[in-house]
C-alpha cells in the first residue's frame, strides 16, 4: 500500500464520514471546536499510520477512536473530562465492525445547532457547511465574498458561544423542531441562492456551493422523511439545479427562464424534484418551499407540452403571497400576469405593490422594463432598463438587460 | 447549566413600579417568580432599586472616581435579575421569554461561568 493510496483512502473516508464523526462526537461533547481538534489529529494520525500499516479493515471505527481518545487527553479539567468520558463511553471500545452503514448519522442534530436561534442567522449556513461538509473556513469565506480571516473568526466564535451558553445537542421535541426548522431551511436555501447571485469569476465555486446545499437539503430529508418543507425545499433547489445549464449560453449570455432551451434542463434531476413535491403535497401542510417548487415544477411542464401555463403560476404566487408577503415573489406574479393577460395588466400589478421597497430591487426596475417595451412605452422602458443595469452585479444579467435595451432602441430608430 | 435572566426594563417600566400601575406591574413578576420556584429551577436573584439611585466608581490611579447615576445612560436599565439552572440554553430561553420585561424591555441570558479551573 503505497502513501498516495492512502492519502485517496483517507479522502474518500472523510469525504463520506466527516460529517457523521463530527456529530457524532459533537453531540456527546457539546462542543464543536474540541471535536474539529479532536477529528483532525485524528485524520492526520491516519495519513502517517495507514501508509505504514495499511488501512485498517474499519476506517470509520479507526477515526472515531482515534479522535475519542483525543478528546478524552486534551480535556484537562477533571470534571469535563469526566463528563466527557460518561457521554463517549457508550461506543463499543474500539470497535473494528462500526462501518458508515451502521453508525448512526446524527448530522440533523449537529444542522440544528448550527441554525439555532442564538447565532446570527447569517452564519448557519457557513457553520453547516464547515462542521457537516467539512469545507475550509477559506472555502466558505469565498463563496460569501468576505475575507477568509473574517470567515474563520466568525466561525470560531460562533462554535465557542454554543459551547458556553450550553446550546442543547439532543434531539428537539416537536414543537421546538418546529420552531428551528424553518431557519435551517431558510439556511440551506440562501447558501443554494448565493451561488446564484454571484458574478462571472467566482463561478466554479459557487456551483460547488450549490452542489453543497443540494447535498445539504438531501440531509435534512433523510432525517425528517415526514416534513413536507424540507422536501419543497430540496425539491425547490433541484430544480434550480436541473435548469443550471441552460441559464447561460455557451457564450456566457444570460438567458432567462421563460426562454431556456428546454432540451437543456436535466429530467433525472426535474423527476426526483417532482417526486419529492408529490410526497409532500401528501401532507396537504403547504408552504414557501413547497410552494416555490410547485411554481418551477409548473416552469418545467414546458418541456412537455412546449407552453408555460401562466394562469397555474399566477396562482401558486396567489397561493405563496397568502402565507406571507415577499417582494421576490409579487415582481415575478406581475412578470406572469404580465404574460397571461397582456403587458398593461402586468404594469398594473407592479404598480400594486409598495413602491418605497421596489426603489432599490433590481427585479421590479427589469421586469418593469421589460412590460414597458412589450407594451410599445419606449421611453420609460428605457429609463427602466437602465435604472435595473445599474442595479445589477452580474454582469452576465447586465449584459442581457443591455442586449434587451439595444433591441428596443434600434425598434425605436425604425 | 446556570444561566443569569438580566432584566433590561425601559424608563416606563420603572415608572410603574409606583403608582396605578404598581398592582399590575407588581402581579406580573411574582407570578413569574412564583413560577421559575415551582418549577424547581430557582436558583437565586433579586430586583434593584431603580437606576437614578446607582452610584458608579471608577478607580484611576488608586483615585476613586464616583459618579451618580448607572455605567451607562442606555434607555433599557438592568432592573433585576433571576439565577435559574436548566439543562440548556433553549429553557433558558424559554424562561427569559415568558419574563415580563421581555415584552417592554429586553431579557438577556448569559450562561453563569464555572468556577476557574485552579478553584476546583
Partial sequence: MGAENSNAEVEVVVRDSYGRLLAWLSTRTRDIASAEDALSGALVAALEKWPIDGVPTAPVAWLLTAARRRLLDDSRNESRRLAILQELAHLPDDSTQTEVAEFPDERIKLMLVCAHEALDPALHAALMLQTVLGLEASEIAR?????????????????????????????????????????????????????????????????????????????????????????????????????????????????????????????????????????????????????????QSAHCDRRRTGETVWEAIIQLYDALLSLEFRLGAAVSRAAAIGEANGSSAGLAALDELPLDRCRNYQPYWATRAHLLKRSGHMTEATVCFTTAIGMTEDPRVRDYLKRSLDIELRADDI | MKYAILIHEPKSDFAKRTGPDAPAYWAGWMAYTQAVQQAGVMVGGAGLEPPDTATTLRSTNGKRVIHDGPYADSKEQLGGFYLIEVPSLDEALDWAAKCPAAGSGSVEVRAVLPPPPSAS
Fill in chain 1, 143 to 295: 463563496a460569501y465574498v468576505v475575507s477568509p480571516t473574517t470567515m474563520a473568526q466568525q466561525l470560531v466564535r460562533a462554535k465557542q458561544k454554543l459551547r458556553v451558553a450550553g446550546v442543547s445537542f439532543d434531539f428537539p421535541g416537536p414543537v421546538r423542531l418546529a420552531a428551528r426548522l424553518p431557519a435551517l431551511l431558510a439556511a440551506i436555501y440562501a447558501a443554494y441562492s448565493t451561488s446564484w447571485d454571484a458574478g462571472v469569476e467566482t463561478d466554479h465555486r459557487l456551483a460547488e456551493l450549490a452542489s453543497e446545499a443540494v447535498l445539504l437539503a438531501r440531509f435534512v430529508v433523510k432525517a425528517l422523511p415526514t416534513e413536507p418543507e424540507a422536501r419543497g425545499l430540496l425539491a425547490l433547489l433541484l430544480f434550480s439545479h436541473a435548469s443550471r445549464v441552460a441559464r447561460f449560453t455557451t457564450a456566457g449570455e444570460f438567458v432567462p427562464l421563460a426562454e431556456q432551451d428546454v432540451n437543456l434542463w436535466d429530467n433525472t434531476l426535474i423527476a426526483e424534484a417532482d417526486q419529492h413535491l408529490v410526497t409532500a403535497a401528501a401532507s396537504q401542510a403547504p408552504g414557501r418551499f413547497q410552494l416555490e417548487a410547485a411554481i
